[in-house]
DNA sequence: TTAAGTGCAAACCTTTTGCTGCCCC
DNA sequence: GGGGCAGCAAAAGGTTTGCACTTAA
């Protein structure tokens, strides 16, 4: 399952840095996996808080930097200005509402495609895009 | 002068809302006017710091928030994760080197013609968009 | 065994806010 | 003259860090 290649990447990235695979960390990692989508510290935070195995804000902090560096999740700031973390093998653009704060993930081809000439054109190497479009979704437009 | 212009409009957003032109707001966006490009809040009380005229730090946080909500300025964050800004009628796009930090601008009309079409078909009305490609520029990629 | 990890609380940094005297309209 | 201002310092919010104890390898 693809879940566990992921648990996997991170347990090789762990192993190669000299670092342990904790149940801390495991577990982490598997509560974003569950909850696809966006996620914040805090959503972590309270998960962990109203089960048996707490886990101190400290300790997810630490992991979610890890988890970046690591190169399987990403952040971006929602409608909110709030950080919001997604994972990269989910990676997509957003069409995020400024009045709902709804989030529309969509990918397009035609789009990366474009990037891929710019970069080129600019000689410059990419690793990570965002774009992100800010406005009002459909349902906001109506409801005026 | 289009500097003039910018000013006017920051000047009728001011009376429109109720608020007052004062030489400080004059001043802070004289100032990025002049500057151009990226700069953050701590470049602008630096600069005043050391003029005769200084602002404290309190009033640039309110007079950037002020011409960010008038639609004159917007901020992103640079490959350190800090806070940066630019004048909206400068926007394009950004390639962010991650080794050095350079960032290169850009516009492609292709690009932008394709993201209306994106838009369109999810019945989402745009208002701002903000394109970010994280990656290696040329120097870093040569030195290696 | 022992290097690295966790939790806690304190420290940090950036940004916002309450208040007082001040200035623009 | 009076309602918004600027400056200050305190507070807030989010994130990091030093330390003492614990744990993975």
Redesign the pocket.
Known sequence: MKNQRIINIFKTYLAHT????????EEILTLLLEKQGHFK?EDIVKITESSKN??????V???F?MLESAGIISHFYDHNH??SYEINHEHHDHLICAKCGKIIDFTNEDQEKIQKQICSQYHFFPIFHSLHIYGICQNCLTKD
Chains 1, 2 share one sequence.
């Open positions: 000299g670092k342990k695979i904790t149940w801390e960390r510290v707490r886990i101190s804000r400290a300790t902090y630490r992991t930097n709030e950080k």
